[in-house]
């Protein structure tokens, strides 16, 4: 069935150094990759999507990476700051799944050490 | 668009009572999604809709939860009777069509269950 394995499950780091957050999936099908943010006490939202017919793509200091093959994609930010504190979800849309229905990995918390 | 509107933000009960939860989502959204999140259990999707069709409820813990959407612009989560296990952050999201598009998350119901 549908899968997502999202790691780590925290991390800190400090100050401008930079963050990479790993998932695995397991639906061959799934083409469409989107990363949430969810700032402490508020909503999960889209900070970037990446689609299978690309292997990246940035937006300013955060870029999405894709491997179909080896069926991961990783979400890196770059030059950290204090406001990129907050959980990250990776998720996948597995096309056996009808609709818009999206499969959410357990979460990164990331803390940014000033 | 004020967005995706929920109702209450917060809801303190005892355990045995009924909760509703509330959502209006984004005017033009064909799907709308109900989530719970907690910390042992990660962001869950519970039940989904399509033009007001229930698609997909295998998320729904158990037949104490109920949803209904009755028309394009409202839905509901019911729980009865409650029980303290079910005390988390429930979501609505909506998207539009498409199997690759963002879903838009709501501000999210606070529920205690005592």
């Known amino acids: 069935g549908e899968n997502v394995e999202q790691h780590p499950s925290t991390l800190s780091v400090q100050e401008g150094d930079s963050a990479v957050i790993k998932c695995t999936y397991s639906?061959?099908?799934?083409?469409?990759f989107p990363w949430y943010k969810q700032e402490l006490g508020k909503r999960p939202q889209l900070i970037i999507d990446?689609?299978?017919?690309?292997g990246e793509k940035k937006d300013q200091r955060i870029a999405v990476t894709l491997n179909k093959t080896a069926k991961h994609f990783s979400l890196h930010i770059t030059e950290t700051q204090p406001e990129d504190s907050a959980v990250y979800f990776c998720?996948?849309?597995?096309?056996?799944?009808?609709?818009?229905?999206?499969?959410f990995g357990g979460g990164t918390r990331v803390l940014v050490k000033p | 668009d004020a967005g995706v509107i929920q109702s209450p933000r917060h809801e303190v009960t005892e355990m045995g009572q009924e909760v509703t939860l509330r959502c209006k989502p984004i005017?033009?959204?064909?799907?709308l999604f109900w989530y719970r999140q907690t910390m042992m259990r990660g962001l869950e999707l519970l039940i989904y809709?399509?033009?007001?069709?229930?698609?997909?409820d295998s998320g729904m813990p158990e037949d104490r939860f109920s949803a209904k959407m009755p028309n394009a612009s409202f839905s509901t989560l019911k729980i009865q009777p409650s029980e303290p296990r079910d005390s988390a952050v429930y979501f609505c999201?909506?998207?539009?069509?498409?199997?690759?598009?963002?879903?838009?998350f709501g501000p999210g119901t606070r529920l205690t269950v005592l």
């Open positions: 999201a909506s998207s539009p069509s498409g199997s690759r598009v963002e879903q838009f």
């Open positions: 639906d061959s099908a799934s083409n469409y």
């Open positions: 990446i689609r299978s017919n690309v």
């Open positions: 998720a996948e849309n597995g096309i056996k799944a009808a609709g818009n229905k999206l499969t």
């Open positions: 005017s033009g959204h064909d799907y």
């Open positions: 809709f399509n033009n007001n069709v229930p698609i997909d």
